[in-house]
């Protein structure tokens, strides 16, 4: 049966992080690659593929250090609950994490809600499908910088994942999610005819998603570390795979852009409850579940509902948007959070595979320790199953489905029975600024 994941990840700014894509039942393709968030496009590596499982709570963590807030977290009363889903999906997805957002031109009540949405801490920023986008709802195109850019040139942008590469038009849009507004905020339209050809280097970035049925969803929701895709480096140069100047011929040149031009991370725009999110998924059992249905609560110590709690604070670093995880005595320094990969993904040469995926004879539990740059430590149990088995329940949500990669990628399976907080960097919460991971 083709079962399909996705880990969809520009991770920081300038970072390419993971787009792992299995395809039948043993699966099929992955990735992962490093990139840095200040520093604009780093080179891409690929750990090898779709990633796996895990869920009970940390064991023996180690709190962070008190320390004491420079300043009060501004305060919100807004409504900041939003209903995220993994069920069965078109593609047949497993471990596939959905919401539904409102996109509207500017300022008006002109709008369209498109469903099956990625959610996605492992990338900055909207993307939606062009043909999700009615005729009628014109959003305004994000003009091209000078000097590669001109009065009459288009801005397109090419975003890379793992396994593929979207390419559109940036353009203006109100986003709105539960009952937050991110006003006017640059969004990438993939497959916009307004910039056809896609530029030689981003087409040789891997394999074209551009459609549902190749993009597994209709749009990626970034709502991870940092406020922007790209940052310093793409405002000061004009990187490869990143943003373009594209005239009316179709012809595109790489160019800079500035910060306030760049896809946004459209929580980092909210009026309130902007430095974060909670991702609140209920547990699941070892054979998984048809359904699984959580929220997503903007704003990190804002209100009653997203507060941190005892949960442990792990400090990331602030240009790669890494921590450290070591198993079996081995540390992995380009390890992440990210409920866009539908499994662990970690290095062994213990497991016995069935093509991209982990599949064991009997499942294995396993301990690892994950440690921020601040020192706090967690060690989070999970197990891994065998993923033909898994496949074969015809369930959608699994905890224990993992399988091969060079760094150590917490897919969604750890987000499963737990709360986890994404803090992005430089904002004010409760446990000082991020960028951080807590649970």
Not at 104 to 126: A, K, M
Not at 419 to 427: C, G, N, P, Q
Request: some cysteine.
């Amino acid at each position: 049966m083709n079962t399909v994941l996705i880990d969809a990840a520009r991770f920081a700014q300038g970072t390419i992080v993971a787009l792992a894509t299995l395809v039948i039942v043993a699966g099929c393709g992955g990735g992962d690659s490093s990139t840095t968030n200040t520093a604009g496009n780093s080179p891409q590596s690929t750990p090898a593929s779709p990633g796996a499982t895990a869920s009970s709570p940390a064991s023996g963590s180690v709190p962070a250090p008190a320390s004491a807030p420079v300043a009060t977290v501004p305060q919100s009363t807004i409504p900041n609950v939003h209903p995220i889903v993994v069920t069965s999906t078109p593609t047949q997805t497993r471990n596939m994490l959905t919401t539904s957002v409102t996109v509207c031109v500017p300022g008006t009540s002109n709008c369209v809600t498109i469903d099956n949405v990625q959610v996605d801490t492992g990338s900055q920023g909207l993307r939606v499908l062009a043909s999700q986008l009615p005729a009628s709802l014109v959003l305004p195109a994000v003009p091209a910088t000078p000097p590669a850019g001109t009065a009459n040139t288009v801005n397109g942008e090419c975003s890379v994942f793992g396994t593929g590469f979207t390419w559109g038009a940036v353009r203006t849009a109100d986003v709105r999610m539960a009952s937050q507004l991110a006003p006017g905020i640059p969004i990438q339209v993939i497959a916009d005819p307004s910039v056809p050809t896609v530029p030689s280097d981003c087409a040789a970035s891997g394999l074209p998603m551009m459609t549902p049925s190749a993009l597994r969803v209709n749009g990626i929701l970034g709502v991870g570390l940092f406020s922007a895709d790209c940052g310093g480096g793409c405002i000061s140069s004009a990187l490869p795979r990143w943003y373009y100047a594209c005239d009316s011929t179709g012809s595109c040149t790489s160019t800079r852009q500035p910060l306030a031009q760049q896809v946004a991370n459209p929580i980092s725009q909210f009026a309130l409850d902007n430095n974060g999110i909670v991702l609140d998924l209920p547990a699941v059992g070892p054979n998984g579940a048809a359904t699984l249905n959580g929220s997503m609560i903007f704003g990190i110590g804002t209100q009653a509902n997203n507060t941190l709690g005892d949960a442990t604070v792990l400090k990331a670093n602030t240009t790669s948007g890494y921590v450290t995880t070591s198993l079996n005595g081995q540390p992995y320094s380009q390890s992440f959070f990210d409920s866009g990969s539908n499994g662990l993904f970690f290095p062994s040469t213990t497991l016995a595979r069935c093509g991209f995926w982990w599949c064991p004879a009997s499942t294995q539990s396993m301990t690892a320790t994950v440690t921020g740059t601040n020192g706090a430590s967690a060690s989070p149990a999970f197990s891994i199953a065998n993923a033909q088995a898994l496949f074969a329940t015809q369930n959608n949500a699994f905890n224990n489905l993992g399988g091969p990669s060079n760094a150590f990628d917490w897919g969604l399976p750890f987000f499963f029975g737990r709360r986890v907080y994404t803090a992005i960097e430089s904002r004010l919460t409760s446990a000082g600024k991020g960028p951080f991971y807590a649970f």
